[in-house]
């Protein structure tokens, strides 16, 4: 419940009829759970992503607003409208598909125009909705071609025409990218960047690939185990994350379970279970002592030095154990004196000193730390 | 002036006309698929050797065509004894106008092709389409439905034993089936006590057309179902969401969708059935009586009947290869869209 | 059992048979249903030591055909019917009969002793005779048939109730006698008015069937059929409300006969075997069993007084003497038997 109240409070505006809204839906699959009890409001012209790992009951809250799966309980609306029992093609939205599911016997233009000839719509006003969208995806010269002759970028852009052509009030995109190789994904998550700019209308999209999220939406919803975490910007997600659960799946993070053992007016002192003792700082409301709770500090947040840094702050020794080059980053995994595994990503510079056994020493501003309830 | 099957037994002339004719009589389901493989065998050996990139040495290499041959080899040799060869004696007799076994008979000519345009013969051959055409619809209609709850709405479990006990019937001599239909339809059969017991008037439908439509529609439908079924079991659903989606309702989605996607299938089930249907000989037989002489009795009538007329019935029996021919080919070409659209 | 019997000539004319004949010292026949039994060729072997393979055919065409494409040496004996004797005699397809080898040919009632189908019983021995007539249900016709017009002036009556023989000259012939032309007929107009009267009723023919009527006719689904005696009689003494006539105005009287291909394996074993039959005791113990008419006057001695009397196995004189046997007419007459049977089976 806790996370309704987050959702809501972050809502950009308050007063605006959301374009889509879940309320208190419940979906079982015989005795699977696959999404319980959940609230979700999404505004016009969002790009709302929808993030978490496989399983996690994403891509079923888009079947059940796309209507192709019912709520057991609960309410979709779309627009305002009580759309629970409203088969899917009588909902004014469009689905763009993992797999495109592009009508392979018919040629591009005939797929593009299939939802508009559905409608009744005059010939003269399909050819240049068509024309329209074609252009917007580009595809303009392929018109013709049937999608089994199609790349995957190509199939992928006429799924999309496909759907926007319909100028529906909400666009869904079930992990639209997700068949794409690294550079193809890369470029189409700036088109569909673009082509919410200038469509304007509402996307909503399913994905699992954290920095698509990031990087494509407004707002983000992270969804494990049938529930929704946490919904927020992607910079609250990533920089504020509420549970432990969306600290670590939105980035790498490292984490200290532990008890707050010291209080002081900016700070905590955490002590975790191998006796290790970390700065943190306050909470709201104010941690008491013996508190449960969790820090949390990022990788990149961590400074790495062969000598015994000055600073205040958490510092501990350890020794490098594992040791990754990743081009712009090193990715070092440090043991512990303690006995925990943190892992720091230094910028990749020249020194090159590193290697695995080398004693090391870890660093980092209690501020960039950060606490989380315990799970 | 030659004589036919009159030059002593053991003669070349008697080895031809015994090789003729056990490829007459040999049943519709050893034939057909002997017709469905000749395509494959006559492209597949072409393939490597004509791409356009390797120069000849290359293409005569022996570890080129070695593999194909071995392979393709006794397959080859099967069609060319049972199909090649005994097609081409048929046609050789059915160039002999009036030929009689044992008889004397004059040069070659087209005279037993004239004969097949008298119009009792066409109306043999309408009869025979008709029949054809007829059963094949009534299967499409009954087995669609039937192929389409099996593959997409039976419970998953049970789908395999479904399925089975649909096609059971295969496994009976088509025979034995046609027979048994005999008893279900005869005035005072099992169908008119039930008519007569839920009050509906009493049908003399043996022999009939409507005793052969509905012989032939139930000794086929398992085919149709059985082809419907694999067509409609690879159909993405997922298509049909998409439409649904689109704002197709159910009905626009399945005449849209559902039907364009599983048309190979359609085709490939309506001309199995049409051409085991054209020249089915049971059922009619069996169950037609004086009403329903079709082709293939009138081809065995010409070999095995009175007239013994083998040339005209030589000529017929081109006709009935070369429609069949005709359908295989329409098969091969619409049958299977995959190997129409060449990929990018 | 026309459709069964069918396919089992389909099998057969597929391919010869395993064992091919001769090879194995076995006698292999060729004949009708209800011809012989099991008891007949067991006791043959159990004479002999030669086993017996029987095959069965429903039509001489079908036989005909099996021998000339490639079955000549299948079978070591054949039953092929008068009109057919003559015909596989003019195609050289029998064995001249060798006298010397024979015996029992005095049993012979005298009219079969010099048949016209085959002068002097040269290529064949009589085996049988009988006729071809009317077997119908008595609850299920109108009145009593007593000749072949009852079919056309019953025609509405019986409409789809009727079966004729699936055989061009039986089924024309008795289309001919009806009109008081002879079987044989080589008169063209003669011919083509059968054809066209034959078509009159051809609407209200269910089917043309030489086996195959009888459930129907028993469960009163069909009234009349066309008949051999043979089938006929069988059919009278299983169920009495089963009658055969014999048209009066004459009905056709055929023989089966025993003959040896010209190629035959094994050729003293068929011998044997028509010594075997011609034998009184066998012949008359033969026909107890299997009822047909046999063409043996000591075994007929032989048989008890309720068979000699059975007017449909042994018909008067006086219905004899307006029957005629099947002959073979003129080519020209062939060919125009052939095109009308064709018309009518195909209109």
């Not at chain 2, 490597?48 to 040799?77: D, F, H, N, Q, T």
């Not at chain 3, 009145?143 to 009556?157: S, V, Y």
Request: aromatic share 8%; with cysteine; glycine share 8%.
């Amino acid at each position: 419940m806790a996370q309704t109240v987050q959702a809501t409070a972050v809502a950009p505006t308050t007063e605006t009829q959301p374009d889509v809204e879940l309320r208190q839906v419940l979906k079982t699959f015989g005795a699977e759970v696959a999404v319980r009890q959940l609230d979700l409001r999404v505004q016009p012209g969002e790009f709302f992503s929808i993030l978490g790992p496989s399983g996690c009951g994403k891509t079923t809250i888009l079947r059940m607003i796309a209507g192709f799966e019912s709520p057991t309980a609960g309410e979709v609306l779309i627009q305002g409208a009580n759309v629970s029992r409203v088969p899917a093609h009588r909902r004014p939205v469009n689905t763009v598909f993992q797999s495109y599911a592009l009508f392979d016997h018919m040629t591009v233009r005939d797929n593009i125009a299939f939802g508009l000839k559905i409608r009744r719509m005059g010939s003269a006003q399909v050819r240049d909705r068509v024309a329209e969208a074609l252009r917007l995806v580009r595809m303009e010269p392929m018109a013709n071609r049937y999608p089994a002759q199609l790349s995957g970028g190509q199939q992928q852009r006429v799924a999309l025409a496909r759907a926007l052509v319909n100028h529906p009030a909400v666009m869904l995109l079930d992990e639209p990218l997700g068949a794409l190789d690294q550079k193809l994904r890369k470029q189409m998550q700036v088109e569909l960047a673009n082509l919410h700019r200038q469509l304007g209308i509402t996307f909503i999209m399913v994905t699992h690939d954290q920095e698509e999220a990031l990087s494509l939406s407004s707002r983000i919803a992270v969804m494990n185990n049938g529930q929704i975490e946490q919904v927020g910007t992607p910079s609250d997600i990533y920089d504020r994350p509420h549970t432990p659960f969306v600290a670590d799946f939105i980035g790498d993070t490292n984490l200290f379970p532990g008890r707050v053992d010291r209080v002081y007016p900016a700070q905590v002192q955490v002590t975790t279970e191998s006796g290790l003792r970390v700065l943190a700082p306050a909470m709201t409301p104010a941690a008491s002592p013996l508190q449960n709770i969790v820090v949390s500090v990022r990788p990149e947040k961590i400074n790495l030095s062969l000598s015994a840094p000055g600073s205040e702050g958490n510092c501990y020794q350890g020794q490098v154990s594992h040791l990754m080059y990743l081009g712009t980053h090193l990715h070092c995994v440090v043991r512990l004196s303690s006995g925990e595994a943190l892992t720091v990503r230094q910028p990749n510079r020249a020194e090159g000193a590193l290697a695995v056994d080398t004693p090391v020493y870890v660093h980092w501003a209690a501020a960039d730390c950060l606490v989380l309830d315990a799970a | 002036m030659r004589e036919w099957g009159d030059e002593g037994m053991g003669g070349w002339g008697e080895i031809r006309i015994l090789t003729a004719f056990a490829f007459l009589t040999l049943p519709t389901f050893l034939t057909l698929p002997t017709f469905l493989t000749l395509p494959t065998f006559l492209t597949l050996p072409m393939a490597p050797i004509s791409s356009p990139k390797i120069p000849w040495a290359e293409r005569l290499a022996p570890r080129r065509w070695l593999g194909p041959v071995v392979m393709l080899g006794p397959a080859g040799v099967w069609l060319l004894l049972l199909l090649v060869l005994p097609t081409l004696l048929i046609l050789e007799i059915s160039l002999v106008p009036g030929l009689r076994l044992g008889q004397p008979s004059g040069g070659y000519g087209l005279g037993n092709y004239l004969q097949i345009l008298q119009p009792v013969y066409l109306r043999v051959i309408g009869r025979s389409l008709s029949f054809a055409v007829g059963s094949t619809l009534l299967c499409l209609v009954l087995g669609f439905p039937v192929a389409y709850w099996l593959a997409l709405m039976s419970p998953q479990r049970w789908r395999n034993l479904l399925l089975v006990g649909f096609i059971l019937p295969l496994w009976t001599s088509s025979l034995l089936r046609a027979y048994a239909w005999t008893a279900i339809l005869r005035p005072s059969g099992v169908l008119n006590t039930i008519f007569t017991a839920v009050g509906l008037p009493a049908q003399a439908w043996l022999n009939t057309p409507t005793a052969v439509f509905i012989g032939l529609t139930y000794s086929f439908l398992p085919y149709m179902v059985l082809i419907l079924y694999a067509s409609l079991e690879k159909l993405d659903t997922r298509l049909l969401e998409a439409a649904a989606d689109l704002g197709a309702t159910p009905f626009q989605g399945f005449w849209k969708i559902t039907i364009p996607q599983v048309l190979p299938g359609i085709a490939a089930g309506s001309l199995l059935v049409f051409i085991s249907t054209l020249g089915d000989f049971v059922v009619p037989t069996l169950l037609g009586g004086a009403s329903s002489m079709n082709i293939s009795r009138l081809i065995y009538n010409q070999f095995l009947g009175p007239t013994r007329a083998w040339g005209f019935g030589s000529a017929l029996s081109m006709l009935l290869i070369l429609a069949v021919s005709l359908s295989i080919a329409l098969l091969l070409r619409y049958g299977d869209k995959s190997t129409v659209t060449e990929p990018s | 059992m026309a459709g069964l019997a069918a396919a089992n000539c389909r099998q057969n004319l597929a391919g010869p048979p395993a064992g091919g004949g001769g090879g194995d010292g076995s006698l292999h026949i060729y004949t009708w249903a209800n011809y012989t039994d099991d008891g007949l060729a067991a006791a043959f072997t159990e004479r002999t030591g030669i086993p017996v393979v029987i095959d069965i055919f429903d039509s001489n065409e079908v036989m005909l055909t099996r021998l000339q494409a490639g079955g000549g040496d299948a079978y070591s004996i054949i039953y092929p019917s008068d009109y057919m004797v003559s015909e596989m005699i003019d195609l050289g397809l029998l064995t001249e009969l060798d006298k010397e080898r024979l015996s029992g040919l005095e049993n012979l009632k005298a009219k079969w002793r010099n048949p016209a189908y085959d002068p002097d019983n040269a290529h064949s021995v009589p085996f049988c005779w009988g006729t071809t007539g009317l077997l119908y249900n008595r609850e299920a016709v109108p009145g009593t048939p007593t000749d072949w017009d009852f079919l056309w002036k019953n025609q509405a009556a019986l409409s789809r109730r009727i079966t004729m023989l699936d055989d061009m000259r039986e089924t024309l012939g008795a289309t001919l006698k009806s009109l008081g032309y002879s079987y044989n007929s080589n008169n063209p107009a003669e011919i083509e008015a059968a054809y066209k009267r034959l078509l009159e009723l051809r609407p209200d023919i269910a089917a043309f069937k030489t086996t195959g009527f009888e459930n129907e006719l028993l469960g009163g689904d069909l009234s009349v059929s066309m008949a051999y005696s043979s089938d006929a009689i069988a059919l009278t003494l299983e169920d009495n409300r089963m009658e055969y006539i014999i048209p009066a105005s004459g009905a056709s009287l055929w023989t089966d006969t025993l003959a040896i291909p010209a190629t035959a394996p094994n050729p003293d074993a068929a011998y044997q075997w028509i010594n075997f039959l011609l034998e009184p005791e066998v012949a008359s113990a033969a026909v107890k069993r299997l009822l047909f008419a046999t063409a043996n006057q000591a075994a007929f001695d032989r048989l008890p007084a309720e068979i000699q009397g059975n007017e449909d196995l042994y018909p008067s004189e006086a219905i004899l003497a307006k029957s005629e046997g099947i002959v073979a007419v003129d080519t020209a007459s062939t060919d125009l038997f052939d095109q009308f049977w064709t018309k009518v089976t195909s209109a």
